[in-house]
Nanobody
Framework: QVQVVESGGGLVQAGGSLRLSCAAS????????MGWYRQVPGKARELVAS???????NYADSVKGRFTISRDNAKNTVYLQMNSLKPEDTAVYYC???????????????WGQGTQVTGSS
């Protein structure tokens, strides 16, 4: 019905950059908000950054000034530009999409499968 697919993860040296992409597809009427979360083993999943349909953004304190979230509404795609990566940014990064399906009045939440980001020291 709906697919949320991330791409762009990988291994990068400390101080380097990566750009993650996440595309939502399927029977989508409109997307309300999209966001990036990350999780390391043994810890809860945490918000990295989110963006509303109007372009309002929110960032975790740990990534402010280094990461930038953006979206292309026409493509149902959200991006996360990660600069000045640190080893502590190492995690699986998940994309979350809050959207309204075609012919459904309520909002639904969908997660991607995750992409590994590793910052080496």
């Amino acid at each position: 019905q709906v697919q949320v697919v991330e791409s762009g993860g990988g291994l990068v040296q400390a101080g380097g950059s990566l750009r993650l992409s996440c595309a939502a597809s399927g029977s989508i009427f409109t997307i309300n908000a999209m966001g990036w979360y990350r999780q390391v083993p043994g810890k809860a999943r945490e918000l990295v950054a989110s963006i509303t349909s109007g372009g309002g953004t929110n960032y975790a304190d740990s990534v402010k000034g280094r990461f930038t979230i953006s979206r292309d509404n026409a493509k149902n795609t959200v991006y996360l530009q990660m600069n000045s990566l640190k080893p502590e940014d190492t995690a699986v990064y998940y994309c979350r999409s809050i959207l309204q399906l075609t012919a459904r009045p309520n909002l639904s939440m969908y997660w991607g499968q995750g992409t590994q980001v590793t910052g080496s020291s």
